[in-house]
């Protein structure tokens, strides 16, 4: 079974930047999709930002602040968020497909990390 690892998380201010990370074990991480998805408090689950081969996709909210990468030596993925607001505070999740098709929604991600905090303030 896969086991996934966050880190990164903390607090910045509004501006700021941070990078997240996710650590993946127990599957082929290459082949199949990686997600990041954020829940803040009282609200549902949102997608962020896919990755699979060599294609991205980002949720409108993030686009042009956020960059999901990947390295498949490391069986990492990670999150480069820039231009940080208020509103990006919740806490962020990484997932692992449960196919190689990806997607923009949780249910289609059945392997999640246990979640890193990320506080911006203004």
């Known amino acids: 079974q896969v086991q996934l690892v966050e880190s990164g998380g903390g607090l910045v201010q509004a501006g700021g930047s941070l990078r997240l990370s996710c650590a993946a074990s127990?599957?082929?991480?290459?082949?199949?999709?990686m997600g990041w998805f954020r829940q803040a408090p009282g609200k549902e689950r949102a997608f962020v930002a896919t990755i699979w081969s060599s294609y991205t996709y980002y949720a409108d909210s993030v686009k042009g602040r956020f960059t999901i990468s990947r390295d498949n030596a490391q069986n990492t993925v990670f999150l480069q968020m820039n231009s940080l607001k208020p509103e990006d505070a919740a806490v962020y999740y990484c997932?692992?497909?449960?196919?190689?098709?990806?997607?923009?929604?949780?249910?289609?991600?059945?392997?999640w990390g246990q979640g890193t905090h990320v506080t911006v303030s203004s």
């Open positions: 997932a692992m497909g449960r196919t190689v098709v990806p997607s923009t929604h949780p249910g289609e991600y059945n392997y």
């Open positions: 127990g599957r082929t991480f290459s082949n199949y999709p």
